[in-house]
Nanobody, 127 residues
Framework: QVQLAESGGGSVQVGGSLRLSCAAS????????QAWFRQRPGQEREGIAT???????TYADSVKGRFSISRDRREDTLYLQMNSLKPEETAMYYC?????????????????????WGQGTQVTVSS
């Protein structure tokens, strides 16, 4: 199985930027789709951005124009560049993978579509 580990979270002022990273490890893994989610206390996980194996991207309306998803395939690392951050975007941010073991497809931005998850990294945007 694959293991995912997020990093790059922290505290930032309103309007600031952060870049999150998700490092993958494990023998013999591959993915069809990678994604970033976030979750605020008491709420469901929200899909933010996805990157399909062919390079197609999908973004939530709330982050279009400000966030950008990318990957370094050689290093097996997924990135999320976040610009112009807002206080309401304070949340735990998770990376996720979908591979051939996934049983459900509910859309690119649906948590049920992914079968591997990292532990999360906290992002706090101060007002």
């Amino acid at each position: 199985q694959v293991q995912l580990a997020e990093s790059g979270g922290g505290s930032v002022q309103v309007g600031g930027s952060l870049r999150l990273s998700c490092a993958a490890s494990g023998p013999g893994y591959s993915s069809y789709c990678q994604a970033w989610f976030r979750q605020r206390p008491g709420q469901e996980r929200e899909g933010i951005a996805t990157l399909a194996s062919g390079g197609a991207t999908t973004y939530a309306d709330s982050v279009k124009g400000r966030f950008s998803i990318s990957r370094d395939r050689r290093e097996d690392t997924l990135y999320l560049q976040m610009n112009s951050l807002k206080p309401e975007e304070t949340a735990m941010y998770y990376c996720a993978w979908r591979d051939v073991g996934a049983a459900i497809w509910a859309g690119y931005l649906a948590a049920q579509s992914y079968n591997y998850w990292g532990q999360g990294t906290q992002v706090t945007v101060s007002s």
